[in-house]
């Protein structure tokens, strides 16, 4: 699972226009300023190859990232980013979910949850529509350092919440890793479970 080499490929604004090769490739998804983009940076141990912000809605693009030469990392915009104009609101699910419904060599998607906040709504919507459609995910907790939180609950516990909706919707539950991008929490055990599912 080690990662010798990465390159940026291309951003594709719509599904059809995503390299077409038949290597192996893993959606980053999830809702705008949840980590995808410094989630990838972490798994290749590059500081800005997807570039990331504080506020939401930078990555608006679907962008190939080719690990090793052999296998690809998706970085996709983000959902759920209520001042993003309607347009490109519309423009989401039609490419995204372009995307997802022709893409053979897809692995797995990457479903990436905050788990500094509760439960949301559109993370359980956007699993179960995956699971509805038949495409394998693995849940990725994002921000699981962030231990100090004024009110509301730890990490661990929202984590526990959100599987406890989850497990109604699914009968055998997806994988599940608790990462942090700031701290290298999960990343191994990440690039592991990644290289499992390509080799199956
Ligand atoms: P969009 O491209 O807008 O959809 O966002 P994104 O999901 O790519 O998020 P991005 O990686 O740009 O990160 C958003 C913010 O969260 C940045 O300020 C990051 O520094 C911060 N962040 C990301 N991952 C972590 C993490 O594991 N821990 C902490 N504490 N902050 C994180
Ligand atoms: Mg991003």
Redesign the pocket.
Known sequence: SHIKDVQFVKSSARARDCPKDNRPEFA?L?????????????LVRKKEI???????????LINHFLVNKSWYLV?????G?AKAPEAAKTDWSSFTKGYFLNKSTLVAVLL?IDA?VPPQKIDLDCANWLGRNNIPITFVF?????MKVAKGKRPDENIRDFQELIRQNYKQHPPWIM?????G?GRDELLLHMSQLRNY
Not at 30 to 42: D, F, H, M, P, T
């Open positions: 980053v999830g809702r705008s300023n949840v980590g995808k983009s410094s989630l990838i940076n972490s997807a570039l990331t912000s504080k506020k939401p809605g930078k990555t608006q970085d996709l915009p983000g959902y980013f990436l500094s994002t921000k699981c350092d962030k990462t942090s991008s700031a701290t929490m």
